[in-house]
């Protein structure tokens, strides 16, 4: 007990020790405010390595073989693009694409129908999905107990050796609200320090007269719950944001995902069913599926011509924030 004791305490010293301020949340100048309560959960060093570290760790599954990085990759925007729909464990196949993981402290509520109304709690459904991680949070919680690296880590960080769920989501919320990506060349450009070229100033254009109303600027996304067109999988069943709220009119409403990184975050939809950019704005242009619930934006459908498309997407490229993408604070280092 005591020479893993000793373990856990040298550990939990190297990590403040390599902690770098940088890493705290940090709210982008002009940006809107975020909504996470921080004074419930404020930034903490030792907080925010104990979050990477459980984001990492496959103890968080059943069976101790996926974390939550199998299904949110940073170098892809924490999103999931080896298989159309997400795997869990047994190569269990869920019902949706893993979204991206990225400025969440701007968001009230989670997942692609709003299942989940604060980040403190979001993990809890990865966690005891049967489909994805088929684990309780007790388990969870009793296994971490029993390490030698963890009850000293929480001790430095919550001044109690005892784990508890509370500190675990908290943990797993303070590393996931440093997400934070606002350093595409769209933000340098904006700032003044870079410019775009004529094609990609022709596709911003083109967005804002024909997207930004719900992939609103700076965050890509309105944060609502909308129909845009897409026939249902026949073979998922997926209503949408009709599954938590019953409401009829919220069949097929998904939530406008960000369109940052959207470069590396495919495959699209909720359902992963579109591999390209090209095959998303085929969609919108001539693929939308009329219905009540449409939004006026796309109530007639997008008219985009070939270069339309082409410039578009070009513009969409700006928005990889590549300092994001690859910066080692947000990265696995081993256990």
């Known amino acids: 007990m005591r020479k893993r004791w000793v373990i856990g305490i040298l550990a939990a010293l190297m990590v403040l020790l390599s902690f770098k301020k940088e890493r705290l949340f940090t709210e982008p100048s002009g940006w809107p405010e975020a909504v996470y309560d921080f004074k419930r959960n404020p930034p903490d060093p030792a907080k925010i390595e104990i979050g990477r570290l459980l984001f990492y760790d496959p103890v968080l599954s059943r069976d101790s073989t996926i974390s939550c990085g199998s299904c949110h990759l940073q170098y892809t925007a924490f999103a999931h693009v080896d298989h159309r729909l997400s795997h869990g464990i047994s190569d269990r196949i869920g019902t949706r694409n893993a979204p991206a993981l990225v400025n969440l402290a701007w968001a009230r509520d989670f997942m692609w129908d709003g299942a989940v109304n604060h980040l403190d709690v979001q993990a809890l459904a990865p966690i005891a999905n049967p489909d994805e991680m088929d684990e309780s949070i007790a388990h969870v919680v009793a296994k971490l107990q029993k390490t030698e690296r963890y009850p000293a880590l929480f001790y430095a960080a919550y001044g109690d ?41 022709k596709g911003y254009a083109l967005f804002r007269t024909h997207c930004s109303s719900c992939h609103t600027e700076p965050l890509f996304t309105n944060q609502r719950y909308e129909y845009n067109g897409l026939p249902i999988d026949d073979s998922l069943q997926d209503w949408g944001r009709m599954r938590i709220t019953r409401r009829s009119a919220d069949s097929l409403r998904f939530k406008v995902p960000t369109l940052r990184n959207i470069e590396f975050s495919y495959p699209y939809m909720h359902d992963g069913r579109f591999k390209s950019l090209h095959q998303v704005l085929n969609h919108y242009a001539s693929g939308i599926q009329q219905a009540p619930a449409l939004p006026p934006s796309l109530q007639k459908g997008i008219p985009l011509s070939g270069s339309d498309k082409a410039e578009l997407v070009a513009f969409l490229l700006t928005l990889t924030d590549r300092e994001f993408l690859y910066n080692n604070a947000f990265s696995f280092r081993g256990r």
């Open 161 to 201: 050796s005892a784990i508890k769920t509370e500190y675990v989501l908290k943990s797993l919320s303070q590393f996931m609200l440093t997400f934070v990506s606002a350093n595409s060349r769209y933000d340098r450009v904006k700032k003044g320090l870079d410019t775009f070229t004529a094609k990609e100033a």
